[in-house]
């Protein structure tokens, strides 16, 4: 039988009088990886945080959360409260012992304090130099780099051998070197691991994973590709049964129909007979003892018909929640041939190297290169955002640049959703923009809220919805880490959107799972 990390009962949690998720009842087996993966907003973060018995949260869920083994957590925007990697680590009484003890100025106690532990500065310094971390105790983390920063967290974690893990998004800024040693570590973690995460990679190397919507947890066993199959035959399950019933309902009303013409008929000719010679006390019996008869077929028929419009709608409102988007655009290429050419070109930060490539109309590449080498300042001066130091670039299309935050300029952030679809297009009504709008789900007062206030994934769909109606014709696209922060279903969108635009893309990622599903061969590595 295997062996429970934590068991959760009846688990609600509700947020300034709104309900985020009620009732959940699931269980996190121990030594093995499971990941809670979902739409953006529907309260993953806030879950890791109730299971970490976060005190913030102590008058705002009901429930039962029992913990059979020890466990420590990372979440999504942590920040490292030290000076050096070994304050970092939280070895640092061990590490100034030793150090003394070296120097030959050990205070009476330092000899007490390593006993047992003498192996274990070669065991720290191995994690470290694993993570391509540097390997001094006293080093400053004011020197490392925002990914940096995540490994030495994710390395203090993993010295914990016997605790169960709770982390959340722990790939994010990692570059895909980093990601292959997150994997590793995460594998040789005996004790195992809840992992909130949208990293295709990581989510196909797991055990089992638990899907949170608007219907609640639901477990699928496996990895990714499992769940992704067994998503599959759920929507077409949903898809079958919302056909059959509309179908239904259809048959319904032409025998409601039917049934209304007969009911007309028989009284016409009932009232001629009436009319005629027949008696009129047994007519009327007869009369009274069909239209009993004919209301009790409505009565069912009512019935029926009823049930089907809520149960119609009930798999309506399913599939919204759980089947994905898809997304394209009707734009095409004009130009012909080469577009864009750079000539040893010296990037202002980042990478010393001349940079030399050219991109023919219609052409997509992965950028590919580890954290800090100029990947965005590349992007950034190809779209004349940036000065270069030396070189040439040639570019003879118009081109559009989105961060990782899916904004066109620095001032979007601060847009609602119409001023800044008008931007695009200012000739497109509001009216127009609403509907497009809510083809994709977002409806009502969300139109008026800013970019800012948005999920990633909004994020997204309102700028693709932006190109794609764009006044000014763009061919050339170029992505920084636009997967970054989004969950599975938006990656989906968004590769959809690139695997079918027809311009030329270059898109920089660390998941090489999603430059697979944006069907992506080429690749130029910095």
């Given amino acids: 039988m295997t062996k429970q990390a934590c068991i959760i009962q009846h688990l609600t949690l509700e947020l300034d009088h709104q309900k985020i998720f009620s009732g959940l009842n699931f269980q996190l087996p121990a030594s093995k990886i499971t990941a809670l993966t979902g739409r953006n907003g529907q309260g993953k973060s806030l879950l890791i945080e109730l299971l970490s018995n976060n005190p913030s949260f102590s008058n705002s869920y009901t429930g039962h959360i ?76 004011d020197h490392l780099s925002e990914g940096q920063k995540t490994k030495l967290a994710l390395c203090r974690l993993f010295l914990l051998k016997d605790h169960y893990l709770l982390l959340d998004e722990p790939s994010n800024h990692l570059d895909q070197n980093s990601r292959k040693w997150l994997l590793t570590c995460l594998q040789q ?20 994973i638990f899907e949170l919507n608007q219907l609640g947890l639901q477990q699928y066993s496996g990895h990714y590709s499992d769940f992704s199959v067994q998503k599959t035959l759920q929507i077409n399950s949903f898809e079958k049964q919302h056909e059959f019933n509309k179908s239904e309902l259809k048959r ?76 394209e655009f009707a734009s095409s290429s004009i130009k012909k041939g080469e577009i864009l050419r750079l000539k040893q070109i010296q990037l202002i930060y980042g990478s010393s190297t001349p940079i030399s490539f050219s991109l023919h109309a219609g052409q997509k590449i992965h950028l590919n290169a580890a954290n800090g080498t100029g990947k965005s300042t590349l992007l950034k001066t190809i779209q004349q955002d940036l000065t270069f130091k030396g070189g040439e670039i040639f570019k003879n299309v118009q081109s559009i640049y989105l961060n990782q935050q899916f904004y066109l300029n620095d001032h979007a952030s601060q847009l609602n959703v119409l001023s800044y679809l008008n931007e695009f297009n200012p000739d497109i009504k509001e009216v127009s923009w609403r509907n497009l709008l809510g083809q994709l789900r977002i409806r009502n007062d969300k139109v008026f809220q800013t970019l800012e206030q948005l999920s990633g994934g909004e994020r997204l769909k309102v700028t693709l919805l932006g190109m794609s109606q764009s006044k000014l014709p763009f061919e050339l696209l170029l992505l920084d880490e636009p997967d970054n922060h989004l969950d599975i279903e938006s990656k989906q969108l968004l590769a959809s959107a690139i695997k079918n635009y027809q311009g030329a893309i270059i898109l920089v990622s660390h998941d090489q799972a999603f430059v697979d599903l944006c069907e992506i061969q080429d690749q130029f590595t910095l």
């Fill in 252 to 327: 319904i009303q032409l025998k409601q129909h039917a049934t209304r013409m007969k009911a007309e008929k028989r009284q016409h000719s009932g009232k001629k007979l009436r009319d005629g010679s027949q008696h009129k006390m047994f007519l009327d019996m007869k009369m009274n003892s069909a239209q009993k008869t004919l209301n009790h077929v409505k009565k069912q028929q009512t019935k029926q018909s009823e049930e089907l419009h809520v149960s119609i709608e009930e798999n309506k409102s399913k599939l919204e929640i759980i089947k994905p988007q898809m997304f």
């Fill in 189 to 208: 973690h005996t004790a195992g691991a809840l992992i909130v995460s949208h990293d295709l990679d990581l989510l196909e190397s797991v055990d089992c």
């Fill in 66 to 141: 029992n913990w059979q083994v020890q466990y420590a957590k990372l979440s999504q925007l942590h920040r490292i409260q030290a000076k050096t990697i070994a304050e970092a680590l939280e070895i640092d009484i061990y590490t100034t012992a030793f150090q003394r003890i070296e120097n030959a100025s050990a205070h009476f106690n330092d000899y007490d304090i390593v006993d047992g532990k003498w192996h274990l500065l070669q065991e720290w310094r191995q994690i470290l130099a694993n993570a391509d971390l540097p390997i001094s105790f006293d080093y400053s983390i």
